[in-house]
């Protein structure tokens, strides 16, 4: 009811402002306006949806030991190769652990050879009945037992060493650096929250978008198929338009609808991928993704024809006499640059009011000057 009130104002509030001018006029003169009539055309549009880009491997680098920082490798933003070096930790404590670990394997390798030599020693004096069995079942035991501590050391020494390794920290994938948070000399843990750096894949790129539960159904009704995976073959390729505003040239295809709504936003998620040979699509920027679509009965209306109060949206329609009234319209979500299509709120056939809305008023008489519709 207050959208309703501030409507009623509105149009009151210009139409005393018309009267007032009509008494200030002596002679009252019609002015002339272009009108359109409006027809049907076969139009070929774009829905345009929000977009979020992302690399089709991104990954965050974190570290799996705590130290500092000793070499930082990249920059932020450059190209690096699978395995290619990053960063570098403080390894001094994990060298000196390896080395412990080392001569650990050692000894008990020492131990081991001598439990063996004793082994062989007792079989041959249980051989000559010299002692007896009981002998040579410790003497065994003996050598399990070190086998068991071999063992043991060659796993705290491989551990060692991996901890070694992981000072050394490399790219698991080809991409492009992202942010580096960190410097050379910080402390890292492998417990932080905050990741050394991101690298992204975007040789080709992901477009993530969403469509509402109220949108989905009417979007995939207008492709043929008996399920998801043929509507998604059906569906045309798709395009980008940047932050810039620039249309990105090589097209995409919708790849996959994800299968479950979202809780949070009631929404469906769509996936659109993109080649970007030359890099110039980056994973987390924004974009529009358009989608073309084809109306067969469209009505367009000029948007310089149109007007909008609180989200919602007027023009101006001459009916008998030539008396113009202000008329609410819904439009589609799809249009052109120049152009909205109407959903409801004008037929085929009427005249609208293409310029000077502004200067209108309800109920006020116009000249009305047809102009050419395409």
């Known amino acids: 009811m207050e ?24 002679t009252n003169k019609i002015s002339s306006y272009p009108v359109l009539t409006l027809n049907a055309q076969k139009s ?15 990954v965050e680098i974190r570290s799996k030991i705590d130290g500092y920082i000793e070499e930082v490798f990249v920059e932020e933003g450059s190209l690096v190769k699978i395995g290619q070096k990053l960063f570098k930790i403080d390894a001094n404590r994990f060298v000196q652990d390896v080395n412990q670990r080392k001569s650990a ?7 081991l050879e001598t439990a063996s030599i004793q082994v062989l020693r007792t079989q041959a004096l249980v051989d000559k009945k010299i002692v007896n069995s009981f ?27 991996s901890q070694l390794a992981f000072t050394q920290i490399v790219s698991p994938i080809t991409g492009i650096v992202g942010r580096l948070p960190l410097k050379k000399g910080s402390l890292v843990s492998s417990n932080s929250e905050m990741a050394l750096t991101t690298i992204a894949n975007t040789i080709e790129v992901y477009a993530h978008f969403s469509l509402s539960q109220k949108q989905l159904n009417g979007f995939l009704d207008q492709y043929t198929g008996r399920n998801m ?9 798709v395009t ?13 295809k919708i790849q996959s609808l994800s299968g479950v709504m979202s809780r949070e936003t009631g929404s469906a998620n769509f996936r659109a991928l993109f080649p970007n040979p030359e890099g110039l ?9 358009r989608i073309p679509t084809t ?17 919602n949206y007027f023009v101006y329609k001459v009916g008998p006499k030539n008396i113009v009234n202000h008329t609410e319209i819904v439009v589609y979500p799809t249009s052109t640059e120049q152009e909205y299509v109407v959903k409801s709120g004008l037929h085929i056939g009427d005249i609208v009011i293409t310029e000077g809305i502004g200067t209108l008023s309800n109920g006020m008489e116009i000249k009305p000057a047809p102009i050419s519709n395409k």
């Open 229 to 237: 995976a043929e509507k998604l073959k059906n569906m045309p390729s």
């Open 295 to 311: 109306i067969d009965q469209a009505i367009l209306l000029p948007k310089k024809a149109v007007f909008e109060i609180q989200g």
């Open 135 to 161: 002998e040579l079942t410790t003497a065994r035991n003996v050598e399990r037992v070190k086998k068991a501590e071999l063992n043991q050391a060659k796993a705290a020494l491989s551990d060692a060493q």
């Open 240 to 252: 980008l338009r940047t932050a810039d505003g620039n249309d990105y040239r090589p097209q995409g």
């Open 3 to 26: 959208k309703t009130h501030l409507y009623l104002l509105f149009f009151l509030f210009i139409g005393l402002i018309s009267c007032e001018s009509k008494k200030e006029s002596p």
């Open 44 to 58: 070929d549009l774009y829905v345009e949806f929000p977009a979020t880009l992302e690399g089709i491997q991104t």
């Open 105 to 111: 394997v050692l000894a008990v390798e020492a131990a």
């Open 281 to 289: 699509l980056w994973s987390g920027a924004s974009a529009i993704l």
